[in-house]
């Protein structure tokens, strides 16, 4: 399984960015997914997830009214639009796959089998 992340940036407070995570190599709907993000001398936390059928999402209380996660099952893409971004939205934001497919969100980073590489995202005041 490959997770291959894009759409960080630069951008001034305020502003909104799309982030998107391709996989390959198995079939994306056997996946639960997320997204994680690690700002420099942080741990990595949990920002969204999403369950295999994307009946079922969930974002951190520092997220939430602000991001929204999505995927698209037909284009094996998951998404998360950010809005209204803060500086302390700045960190690398990770995506994350791993097998399950109940309609639950997975929360817990220890459980995700499966990484991107990370996409910077510098949000500036």
């Known amino acids: 399984v490959q997770l291959q992340a894009s759409g960080g940036g630069l951008v001034q407070a305020g502003s909104s960015l799309r982030l998107s995570c391709e996989l390959s190599g198995r079939p994306f709907s056997m996946f639960a997914m997320a997204w994680f993000r690690q700002a420099p001398g942080k741990e990595r936390e949990f920002v969204s997830g999403i369950s295999w059928s994307g009946s079922t999402s969930s974002h951190a209380d520092s997220v939430k009214g602000r991001f929204t996660i999505s995927r698209d099952n037909a284009n094996n893409t998951l998404y998360l639009q950010m809005t209204s971004l803060k500086p302390e939205d700045t960190a690398a934001y990770y995506c994350?796959?791993?097998?399950?497919?109940?309609?639950?969100?997975?929360?817990?980073?220890?459980?995700?089998?499966?990484w991107g590489q990370g996409t910077e995202v510098t949000v500036s005041s």
């Open positions: 994350a796959a791993m097998p399950w497919r109940r309609d639950e969100v997975v929360t817990s980073r220890g459980l995700y089998n499966h």
